[in-house]
């Protein structure tokens, strides 16, 4: 007994459609990973300014500091919107992101201390704690893999 499989439009049609499925899954899968990737983001760039944040903290006078915090807080918020993490501010993205980096909540003591910088005349930063800060936006950009 031979058994023999003569191919007809229909055999073909479904071919085609496997073959045309699969390839257009791979090259949605491949535009996901290029455009939505945390690869996105600009190393050396964030090297760079994270280099001149801790020049600018080692000046060692308070409004170094308050400027260091600042301005580590200003990078943070630009990786995590280049990361298209969703949120109109600094705030509502860093607590999009903790869902998927729970490291990332240290963080949040150094985006309190800014907004006590910007927010606050009499506030002052003094060196420990503002150390510990910049530590933590340290890690965070680590945590991220960006640093």
């Known amino acids: 007994m031979q058994v023999t499989w003569d191919f007809s439009i229909v055999d073909l049609v479904v071919i085609l459609s496997v073959v045309s499925v699969f390839a257009f899954w791979v ?35 308070e409004m170094n500091y308050k400027l260091a915090v600042i ?8 990786v995590l919107k280049e990361m298209h993490f969703p949120g109109d ?13 729970p490291k990332l909540k240290i963080v949040w003591w ?15 930063c003094r060196y420990g704690e503002t150390k510990k800060v910049i530590g933590n936006y340290k890690r965070g950009l680590k945590e991220l893999n960006v640093l």
């Not at 994270?50 to 060692?60: P, T, V």
């Not at 509502?92 to 869902?99: D, G, S, V, W």
């Open 27 to 61: 090259f949605a899968k491949i535009y996901w990973q290029k455009y939505n990737s945390p690869t996105a983001v600009d190393k050396k760039f964030v090297k760079k300014r994270w280099k001149d944040i801790e020049q600018l903290f080692n000046y060692k006078k």
């Open 110 to 124: 150094g985006h309190k201390m800014r907004n006590h910088i910007v927010h606050d005349v009499k506030f002052s």
């Open 71 to 78: 301005e580590a807080d200003k990078l943070f918020d630009n």
């Open 89 to 101: 501010t600094m705030a509502q993205r860093l607590k999009m992101a903790t869902y998927k980096y």
